[in-house]
């Protein structure tokens, strides 16, 4: 059973950067697609960046992020990161870790089968 535990959100400023950590308590953790999604109050989860089971050769971000976001994974650890540089008031959200069990990444939260509780990241200007 996967089971995942985000942390590392906070309330920073603009400019400033964050890690957020996700931890997978199950054993084939390399075996899953992991990705973040995010969720500002009032509007619809949106796909951040998504990581390739395995070694993880495979990334993608969102358009709003790439180039100042990287996510990456320890499978030693059991853990996905998300890196999160040149932070600014928009990026205000409730982060939020997903496992994909088939298939490759992608960027549908119908496609992940497995879901964090979450943490909060506010970014003040």
């Known amino acids: 059973q996967v089971q995942l535990v985000e942390s590392g959100g906070g309330s920073v400023q603009t400019g400033d950067s964050l890690r957020l950590s996700c931890r997978d308590s199950?054993?084939?953790?390399?075996?899953?697609?992991m990705a973040w999604f995010r969720q500002a109050p009032g509007k619809e989860r949106e796909f951040v960046a998504s990581i390739d089971r395995g070694a993880g050769s495979t990334t993608n971000y969102a358009d709003s992020v790439k180039g100042r976001f990287t996510i990456s994974r320890d499978n030693a650890k059991n853990t996905v990161y998300l890196q999160m540089d040149i932070l600014n008031p928009e990026d205000t959200a409730i982060y939020y870790c997903a496992a994909r069990q088939f298939g490759g990444p992608m960027a549908r939260s119908s496609g992940y089968n497995f879901w964090g509780q979450g943490t909060q990241v506010t970014v003040s200007s």
């Open positions: 199950g054993r084939i953790f390399n075996y899953y697609v």
